[in-house]
Nanobody
Framework: VQLVEFGGGSVQPGGSLRLSCRIS????????MGWFRQGPGKEREGVAH???????SYADSVKGRFTISVDNAEKTLYLQMNSLNVEDTAMYYC???????????????????WGQGTQVTVSS
């Protein structure tokens, strides 16, 4: 399984970015996918998750500003980030995990497949 993120960069506060995560070698039709981030001096946190049935969940800090989506045909996971602020500065990672019979809340799921990360910097 290979996950490769694209779309990071530098933006001013209030700006927008769209992150992409191209996924290959992942064939499970039942899965969780998510975006995580780790800011300077901070622990890694889950930002947004999407389950194979379309269920989404977001960290409180990004609700209403970020949107997670997936294009199954293109095998690409997206994170649309609007109204960015300096606290959103972080390395962003995508992750994916196949699911078994039990369908969990993806925010509680352990992920074992990760991308290399893409840097997002918000500054004026």
């Amino acid at each position: 399984v290979q996950l490769v993120e694209f779309g990071g960069g530098s933006v001013q506060p209030g700006g927008s970015l769209r992150l992409s995560c191209r996924i290959s070698g992942f064939t499970s039709s039942r899965h969780c996918m998510g975006w995580f981030r780790q800011g300077p001096g901070k622990e890694r946190e889950g930002v947004a998750h999407i389950r194979f049935d379309g269920e989404t969940s977001y960290a409180d800090s990004v609700k209403g500003r970020f949107t997670i989506s997936v294009d199954n045909a293109e095998k690409t996971l997206y994170l649309q980030m609007n109204s960015l602020n300096v606290e959103d500065t972080a390395m962003y990672y995508c992750a994916a995990e196949p699911l078994g019979y039990i369908i969990p809340l993806c925010a509680n799921q352990n992920y074992n497949n990760w991308g290399q990360g893409t840097q997002v910097t918000v500054s004026s």
